[in-house]
């Protein structure tokens, strides 16, 4: 019987919720994939990236407790994680509901939005 998500350290049940929607079921296949591209499935599945949920999985693979990672290998994971979101670009821009060509158009102010209502004063 595969062993849960969850048993990974630092891992819980959002975890596993969010490894099954990227099509992750089991410890196994995290260990077998490797933090960064386990990492990688969750941005493409539609989670959003967070730094801390990155090297929180990085640690609990290296059955280090999630506050462990500091100085150096901190700043070293942090660009990991950037290129991790680099390479995901585009399905990070389609999880927001819009189309690459949309995520550029608004990035450039091209987009047109919908007014901001105004506060009484």
Request: charged letters at 25%; glycine letters at 10%; proline letters at 7%.
């Amino acid at each position: 019987m595969p062993e849960p998500v969850s048993s990974i350290p630092n891992l819980g049940p959002a975890s596993e919720a969010a490894f099954a929607r990227a099509g992750i079921h089991s410890a196994e296949e995290i260990r077998a994939l490797g933090a960064d591209a386990a990492y990688l499935a969750l941005l493409r599945s539609g989670t959003q990236p967070h730094f801390i949920g990155y090297y929180v999985l990085v640690m609990g693979l290296q059955g280090r407790p999630w506050n462990d990672c500091q100085g150096a290998e901190k700043k070293a994971l942090r660009a990991k994680f950037d290129a991790l979101k680099a390479e995901a670009g585009p399905a990070l821009a389609k999880t927001k509901g819009r189309s690459d060509l949309e995520a550029a158009l608004d990035m450039l102010g091209v987009v047109e939005r919908a007014p901001t209502p105004r506060r009484k004063s």
